[in-house]
């Protein structure tokens, strides 16, 4: 058995790990049955599904008529920028409100790919800044600050 696409090999790989993790801690909440849904039923559900398309994944990159892939070993500098601007949102949100960190979180990330141009970027950080206050602050009625501390 040889590995033909690497690529869904490995997200195969990953499906099925997540998906047999979130199963095995399923029991840990009463599972119940179809009709009367416990806590743990939902995730069982999910998880075994997860579980269940990865192994098809997988078994689509073992076979003869995959078509074959590479990984490209990935670059330590994208990896840093995307989860720094994921721990910067954290840091930011409560002292600079939606409106400023949302685009600094866009104009963060978009660092990690070459495919931006910043044309795009600010469309993307306008767009994603009203969206978010949109849903998150008027829709939901989450108690996000709009604004920085300072400016209240």
């Known amino acids: 058995m040889t590995i033909k696409n690497h690529q869904d090999f490995v997200a195969g790989l990953l499906f099925v790990v997540i998906g047999v993790a979130v199963a095995g ?16 039923y939902f995730p069982m ?9 990865g192994i098809v994944v997988l078994v689509s990159a073992v076979r003869a008529s995959a ?6 070993r990935p670059e330590l500098g994208v990896i840093v ?8 949102f954290g840091l930011l949100l409560n002292r600079l409100g939606l ?12 660092l990690a790919s070459h495919e931006f141009s910043w044309k795009g970027v600010v ?30």
């Open 45 to 53: 559900v999910l998880g075994s599904l997860l579980a269940f398309f």
């Open 123 to 152: 469309l993307s950080s306008v767009f994603l800044g009203a969206f978010c206050i949109a849903v998150f602050h008027y829709a939901l009625g989450l108690p996000l600050p709009l604004l920085p501390t300072f400016l209240n």
């Open 67 to 72: 078509v074959v892939t590479r990984i490209k």
């Open 81 to 88: 920028l995307i989860f720094g601007s994921v721990a910067l």
């Open 25 to 40: 801690f399923a029991p840990h909440y009463a599972i119940g049955t179809a009709r009367d849904m416990g806590p743990g």
């Open 99 to 110: 409106v400023f960190t949302v685009p600094c979180v866009v104009v963060l990330s978009s």
